[in-house]
Every structure is written in C-alpha cells, then in structure tokens.
C-alpha cells in the first residue's frame, strides 16, 4: 500500500495522520472517561504492530475501551470471553464437514479480525492459551497443515483481573513476553467517577457507541502512513545504548530472578519511536525511553519472593533503575 494515497476516503500523509490519531483521544472520550494512558498506548501498540495485556478490576471499562477504539479507527473487533473449557478451535476456527461438497471447509474463528478482545485471558488452560501465539507472532493461523494469515493492522487487547487467581491459569513467561505493553487500567478519580454516572443519568448506553456519538477519525492508511513515519524516526547510538543498559540493569537486580530479554529490548525502542513520533518529532530524547518503559517491561520480569513480600513491586524496580542508570547527553 502506498501510504501518500487515499483509502476510504482517508488521507495516508503522515501529518494528517498523526493528527487523526491524535483526534482519537477526544472521540474515545466521548465514550470512556479518564483513560487517556490506556488509549495511547493501544496506539502505540498498533504503530508497532504489537499486542496488549490490560489489567485492572472489572468494571474499569476495558471492553468498552477496545470497542471505542475500533469505532473511532473503523476496524473490525470480536471479543472472546475465556474460560477453562474453551478450547484451542473455538479462538482460530476448525474444519467442519461440508455434506453437500463430501468436503471440510475451513470456518475461521473470531481471531480473524483486526482487534480481538481476549476478556480474562487467565480464566482458560494454557493449551487455548498457547493457540493464540502464532497469530500473536506471525500473524497467521495454521490449521491442518494450511498458514492462513490474519487481517492487517491485527492486535490483541488481553484482559486480567489482578486481584483474583482462584481458578486463573497464570499467563507463562514465554507468552507474557509476546505482549508489548501491558497497561494497568486504574479505578476513575472521584470527578471522573462523577462524571461516569452523570452520563448514565443523562440516558448513555455502553452499548450502543453510535448513539453516544462516537464516529471514525481515523483508517487503516492513516496507521499505515503514521507506521511508515515510526519507522523513520532516528534513534541515535546513544539512545540505542541507553535501552540496552537499562534492560541489562534488570538482568543485574537483586530483587528480581528474571530481566528484559533482547526482545524486550527491541520492544522499548520501538515504543520509544512510536511516542517521539506521536509527540511530533523524528527523533527519539531520552524522555520517550522512561515515558515507555514501564508499559513495556514491567512484564517481563519477575520478582524474587522475599522482594515481593517486602512489597517491592516490578515498576518501583524499573523506577529506580530509570534513576540510577546514566541518561545520555
């Protein structure tokens, strides 16, 4: 695709489209309220064309969060409830048998969308777990022998309830690992709260998205244009080596038993480049790195167990070594 030509009536010049992700902000607004960060970085995510796990009680408005996202990009978005006893087919599709033919054809599973929305990812056994990595990596689905591959942009917003692991099925290292960023979704301020149920008087229905007003303002050839420009954006040896003695700092800690591996650190330089880009420059400052590096590593490593009953948690790790390690001039 080239991204300087319209596609659905939508402009793919990057400036237009870093102004019609910006504008995703106020539109999503419309609909969620207060979580600002958390849209960010879904953006980020798609500029990157990585995945998502959010975490946070329910209640906080995650699925509507996604669905409002999809809405003001015009993607395409399913939602797969997990639990224990779904299995593998019912994410990626099956073969079924077609009596009129005497074949199988292929019926492809909610997977084969643009954002797919895996509601309590931990609440099914780690075989269904598992059968979201390839799409989650190579963007395709292998069924029966045949790659079938996946709708692009592809993102996977997973969802965790933090505070309950009675029948949960903890997510493995390996596949924590494939998620770019994981975003914590907190409890609304007091005004914002006020503010939720004000428009629950006034007659919003979660369902209904067009009738609280939320239209596109943005389309697949403004995050291919804007996904083209990331991938301009300069990062400079300095910068390059200040990601790198992070995520080695990590590995050095004495609170944890596991650091950022090189993807990670792949990762935290991508995600710094897609927030200098969204920031508007074409450059990336030592600011994208912190900005970025909670989301993209506090996942990735893994606490010492008498770290973690003193209290001390993956981002006050991540914190004081964003404070200790030498920041380039």
Not at 115 to 131: C, F, G, M, V, Y
Not at 168 to 176: G, I, K, R
Not at 326 to 329: A, K, L, S
């Given at each position: ?93 099956s ?48 069924v ?22 009675e ?21 609304p ?69 596991l ?57 006050s790790?991540?914190n ?5 390690v030498?920041?380039?001039?």
């Open positions: 695709m080239d991204p300087t030509t319209d596609n659905a009536g939508q402009t793919g010049d990057p400036g237009t489209a870093r102004d019609a992700l910006e504008a995703l902000r106020a539109e999503i607004a419309k609909a969620v309220v207060g979580q600002d960060p958390a849209v960010t970085g879904l953006v980020v995510a798609l500029l990157c064309r990585g995945h998502v796990l959010l975490e946070g009680v329910p209640g906080v408005a995650k699925t509507l969060l996604v669905r409002a996202l999809a809405s003001a990009l015009e993607l395409d978005t399913k939602r797969v409830q997990f639990t224990p006893d779904l299995m593998p087919s019912d994410v990626t599709g073969l079924v048998y077609d009596t009129r033919s005497a074949e199988f054809s292929f019926q492809p599973g909610p997977v084969f969308t643009n954002l797919l929305l895996a509601d309590e990812i931990n609440r099914t056994p780690p075989k269904t777990q598992s059968s979201l990595l390839e799409a989650m990596e190579e963007r395709q689905v292998t029966d022998g045949t790659p079938r591959p996946l709708p692009d942009p592809f993102l996977v917003a997973a969802t965790q309830n933090p505070v309950e692991y029948g949960t099925y903890p997510l493995p290292e390996a596949q924590l690992d494939r998620f770019l960023l994981k975003l914590t979704i907190p409890l301020s007091r005004q914002d709260e006020i503010d939720v149920l004000t428009r629950h008087a006034e007659g919003f229905n979660p369902r209904d998205l067009h009738a609280a007003g939320v239209r596109p303002v943005a389309g697949p050839a403004d995050l291919e244009a804007a996904r083209v420009a990331v991938a301009r954006t300069t990062i400079s040896p300095e910068i390059t080596a200040y990601v790198v003695d992070i995520c080695r700092a990590t590995r050095e800690s004495p609170s944890l038993t650091g950022v591996s090189p993807r990670g650190a792949t990762a935290l330089m991508s995600t710094a480049r897609a927030w200098a880009w969204l920031t508007g420059r074409d450059y990336v400052i030592p600011d994208d790195v912190k900005a970025l590096a909670l989301p993209t590593l506090r996942h990735r490593v893994q606490l010492r167990p008498e770290a973690e009953m003193e209290g001390v948690t993956a981002d790790v991540i004081a070594i964003l404070a200790h030498p920041v380039p001039r």
